[in-house]
T-cell receptor, first 118, second 112 residues
Framework: EAGVAQSPRYKIIEKRQSVAFWCNPI?????LYWYQQILGQGPKLLIQ????????DSQLPKDRFSAERLKGVDSTLKIQPAKLEDSAVYLC????????????????FGPGTRLTVL | GENVEQHPSTLSVQEGDSAVIKCTYS??????FPWYKQELGKRPQLIID?????GEKKDQRIAVTLNKTAKHFSLHITETQPEDSAVYFC???????????FGKGTMLLVSP
């Protein structure tokens, strides 16, 4: 099966500029996640969608970050304006659904977008 | 919320040796514990996972053990090979949700 697709793979911007990332999950996967991975750390969840509804955005810096998944498939993550500390890899992941007793919550990651803010 | 601690941060072994990475979690409601391998510049890939209704799971050279009472779980790699060199992340997820909290990672270096 095709994996999670992300674009662009790399992005370099100046601080205070805006940037957007795109994610296409595995076909049929209802749940989509955006993670931020700072160099040397584990991925940190920014936002989780179930279909086109937000399940968890408690760690999303809402003053500058926004995300949407309008038709329950593709998703975009935007940063406006960017700060130096936003330099990281932004990973998108998807899973079939969610549930404690099934394998539907196995998450598959995309290749990520490496953002550098100068 | 959940907090996951992972040790060691780096681990160097000789080819053929065993490697053990340990993680502890804080939320007793967590019931799903995956391990991901991330090679330099690549995406995290699931290598093995365990659910709270089992204590151990094996897949060839990889095994994971879970101690719910102590709230810790471990990854065991036997007969390590140079291609096992990567960063390994543990994670924990609570019942009813699929939100993962990751550890900070362990860089495993396997020398030929």
């Amino acid at each position: 099966e095709a994996g999670v697709a992300q674009s662009p793979r790399y992005k370099i911007i100046e601080k205070r500029q805006s940037v957007a990332f795109w994610c296409n999950p595995i076909s049929g996967h209802a749940t989509l996640y955006w993670y931020q991975q700072i160099l040397g750390q584990g991925p940190k969840l920014l936002i989780q969608f179930q279909n086109n509804g937000v399940v968890d955005d408690s760690q999303l810096p809402k003053d500058r970050f926004s995300a949407e998944r309008l038709k329950g498939v593709d998703s975009t993550l935007k940063i406006q304006p960017a700060k130096l500390e936003d330099s990281a890899v932004y990973l998108c992941a998807s899973s079939l659904g969610w549930g404690a007793e099934t394998r539907t919550d196995t998450q598959y990651f995309g290749p990520g977008t490496r953002l550098t803010v100068l | 919320g959940e907090n996951v601690e992972q040790h060691p941060s780096t681990l160097s072994v000789q080819e053929g040796d065993s490697a053990v990475i340990k993680c502890t979690y804080s939320d007793s409601a967590s019931n799903y514990f995956p391990w991901y391998k991330q090679e330099l510049g690549k995406r995290p890939q699931l290598i093995i996972d365990i659910r709270s209704n089992v204590g151990e799971k094996k897949d060839q050279r990889i095994a994971v053990t879970l101690n719910k009472t102590a709230k810790h779980f471990s990854l065991h790699i036997t007969e390590t090979q140079p291609e096992d060199s990567a960063v390994y992340f543990c994670a924990a997820s609570s019942r009813g949700y699929s939100t993962l909290t990751f550890g900070k990672g362990t860089m495993l270096l396997v020398s030929p």
